[in-house]
């Protein structure tokens, strides 16, 4: 079987040869421009740079323009403002939790339509299951899945071995996670024993997906417009409950929303943490101590376990462009799915390879053997039983709606509020959020 030597040989190959047998360019007037917003910043943004880099250089006819507009949010509303002041790019990146302003937003061509009406072929059914099942409408891919990424597992294989723990086993249980938490704190090896990062998107989202629990009415909202979250039910209760419980012995260290909990964790002061799949890439370039991967936690019976969801973005074609752009969007899009780019993204920047064509010749190359910290996502993702509660979350206001999840997350973490409480409290805020979004999305 080839080793991993092979596999950058195939990919770096690839490269230099679709660049030997383009033909001579033209001038770069000549080519036609694709415009590409997106938001990714640091490594990642030029990661994403030679990506187009590379797509310009395989071929002489378009020339994709990759260019940050800011956070998540703010390239969603700027996308939606330029297509309404008829200044949109041609392919804008939109954060998951966007999914359904998108489709409803009148603005999108769906990328299964631009593929058909191109007459570029592609295997949709190549794609790995839970990832395109987020992104799509009636079995048909809206965007295409770019920088995708899930919650998973991270330890601290020093504090474990300290603490007497095994370092090459992370706990399976959330029982495990108190019990390897108190032998850590008592051996003096670390002062908290967890945190957690994207607290709505680790301890909610993917905490009802990873247990079958449904999140919100109308499987999700996958169904219809008119949903109501169910986070308060008797799960959400249970694990906030314990959560906030937890503090009192340094069992669960909160740390704040989005990624402001990271140093927790890469400091040593938390033995373990719960963060997107998306950080190895930075852990192995930065973190000073030996580190692990494993899959969520979970609860046991009765809860089953499913599988758990995705983060990150997917790139959406704006409508009203002309068809030659349109032909070099799609040849973009087809370009950064075919399995040498996506073997390549993967290894770079740790997001998860999209097709299963890649994920096989990684694993023919021994990639997941010499790295099995990048093998816990897709795990996660393929190896559990895929259900309705599973599948993703298709709400509107999404954005807003995490914002009130986390607030009453804060005030129940603060003591201010039970779980009970808050969680009502949060459920109440968002129904009437997707209500408003409802009424403005008459169909």
Known sequence: MPRTTTIWRSITGAVALSVLVALAPSPASAKTEIQFWHAMTGQLGDATNELAKQFNESQSEYEVKPLRKGTYPETLTAA????????????????????????????????????????????????????????????????????????????????????????????????????????????????????????????????????????????????????????????????????????????????????????????????????????????GRGVKFAWGTGQLPHWGPPYTKATSIIGGATLWVMKGKPANENRGTARFLKFISETNQQMWWHVTTGYLAISNSAVKNLEAGYHFKKNPDQWTAFAQLTKGKATPNSQGLRLGNFVQIRDVIEGELENIFAGKKTAKQGLDDAVTKSNDLLKEFAAANKQ
Not at 162 to 183: I, M, N, R
Not at 193 to 217: I, K, L, R
């Open 80 to 283: 939606i403002g330029a297509y309404r002041q008829r200044q949109a790019p041609n392919i804008v990146q939109v954060f998951e939790v966007g999914t359904q302003t998108m489709m409803l937003s009148g603005a999108i061509h769906p990328v299964y339509q631009l593929f058909k009406e191109q007459e570029i072929a592609m295997d949709w059914k190549d794609f790995i299951a839970p990832v395109v099942g987020y992104y799509s409408k009636d079995g048909n891919l809206y965007s295409m899945p770019f920088n995708s990424s899930t919650p998973i597992f991270y330890y601290n294989k020093d504090v474990f071995q300290k603490a007497g723990l095994d370092p090459a086993k992370p706990p399976q249980t959330w029982k495990q996670v108190e019990e390897y938490s108190k032998k850590i704190i008592a051996s003096g090896a670390a002062k908290c024993g967890f945190s957690t990062g994207w607290p709505s998107w680790t301890m909610v989202e993917n905490m009802h997906a990873w247990h079958d629990q449904p999140f919100a009415t109308r499987r999700n909202g996958f169904d219809g417009l008119d949903v109501q979250l169910l986070i308060n039910k008797e799960f959400g209760v249970k694990h906030i409950g314990q959560l906030a419980a937890w503090q009192k012995d340094n069992v669960y260290s909160y740390g704040g929303r989005t990624g402001t909990a990271d140093p927790k964790f890469v400091n040593g002061e938390c033995a373990m943490y719960i963060q997107s799949s998306a950080l190895i890439g930075g852990f």
